[in-house]
């Protein structure tokens, strides 16, 4: 199973991006899932940034992006978004989708997660 993004690029300072991340339906229904976004910067470690739950009961947020991120989901499409707002040259990294079904409280724990993608890029200058 394969989770494939899109929707990265360059940017400058203040502007926006909304990567998707997506799967056939016929290998992973990602509305039954708890999906989530990752990013890693070369050198550091692989951070959590925004989760929604399956069923899209509930969404989280890490404090470095909450208020500028905003997870959505368009289960026609077996889609799964990070619109991105307001960026700046601290969000530039590779940016990951994962999917699985991981314990409560441990959305932002990338060893909770079977299913990523390949990542796409983003960068903010």
């Known amino acids: 199973v394969q989770l494939v993004e899109s929707g990265g690029g360059s940017v400058q300072v203040g502007g926006s991006l909304r990567p998707s991340c997506t799967a056939s339906?016929?290998?992973?229904?990602?509305?039954?899932?708890?999906m989530a976004w990752f990013r890693q910067d070369p050198g550091k470690e692989r951070e959590g940034l925004a989760t929604?739950?399956?069923?899209?009961?509930?969404?989280h947020y890490a404090d470095s992006v909450a208020g500028r991120f905003t997870i959505s989901q368009d289960n026609a499409k077996n889609t799964v978004y990070l619109q991105m707002d307001n960026l700046r040259p601290a969000d530039t990294a590779m940016y990951y989708c994962?999917?699985?079904?991981?314990?409560?409280?441990?959305?932002?724990?990338?060893?909770?997660?079977?299913?990523w993608g390949q990542g796409t890029q983003v960068t903010v200058s």
């Open positions: 339906r016929d290998t992973l229904d990602l509305g039954s899932k708890c």
């Open positions: 929604i739950y399956a069923g899209g009961v509930a969404t």
């Open positions: 994962a999917a699985d079904t991981p314990p409560y409280g441990t959305w932002d724990d990338e060893e909770r997660y079977t299913y």
